[in-house]
Each structure stands twice: as C-alpha cells, then as structure tokens.
Nanobody, 120 residues
C-alpha cells in the first residue's frame, strides 16, 4: 500500500506565497519521478512541475519563474514553493509519484488534492 499525504493549501491574496508538501509512505522500493498537477473547475488536469529522482526539474510555462519544485529523498517528500501567486493559479493541486513497490509493481499514485485559492 502506498499513500501520498499533502499539506499546505489555503487561501492567499494575489502576490502571496504558499508551500505545498507531499509525503509518500508505504511499501516503496523506489520513488521515481514526482510532480504536481492542478485542475481548475471545467478544466483538465495539467502538469505544473515535475522532478526526477536525480533532481532534474521541468515546469509549465505559466508558472516558470514563480514556482519551484524540490524533493527530499530521505523523507520521500516533494515540495512546491509557489510565489507571486495569481488568481488564475486557483485550482485543486494534486501530488503524483511514480512508485515501484517492494513487490515489483510500478504505477503512478495520487494524493487526495488540496485546494489553493488566490483572491484578486
């Protein structure tokens, strides 16, 4: 069993900052690529930022320069630092991790989602 537990969402004014955290736990042999996705009402779920096991990062163009993804492999945790937030960043944010379990199964796991609301 693998679980992703998220924290850090909330309500902030435009221009403010939030830091999201996502900790993975369970029967994990290896924790590979991790990422943050977001989904606004009526929209598809899109990648915000991703990070490989080696620390290579990639970002959606809309957040590049404002958001920073990082990971702590010892804690099986991925973070998303969000600065200069805009109302259009409002969405449910989901953590995702590609996990190989001790039983040799590899699949993506999702967190429960956390609401980020940016007021104008």
């Amino acid at each position: 069993q693998v679980q992703l537990v998220e924290s850090g969402g909330g309500l902030v004014p435009a221009g403010g900052s939030l830091r999201l955290s996502c900790a993975a736990s369970g029967s994990i042999r290896s924790l590979d690529a991790m990422g943050w996705y977001r989904q606004a009402p009526g929209k598809q779920r899109d990648l915000v930022a991703g990070i490989t096991s080696g620390g290579t990062t990639n970002y959606a163009g809309s957040v590049k320069g404002r958001f920073t993804i990082s990971r702590d492999n010892a804690k099986n945790t991925v973070y998303l630092q969000m600065n200069s937030l805009k109302p259009e960043d409002t969405a449910v944010y989901y953590c995702n991790a590609d996990v190989t379990t001790h039983w040799g199964l590899r699949r993506g796991y999702w967190g429960q989602g956390t609401q980020v609301t940016v007021s104008s």
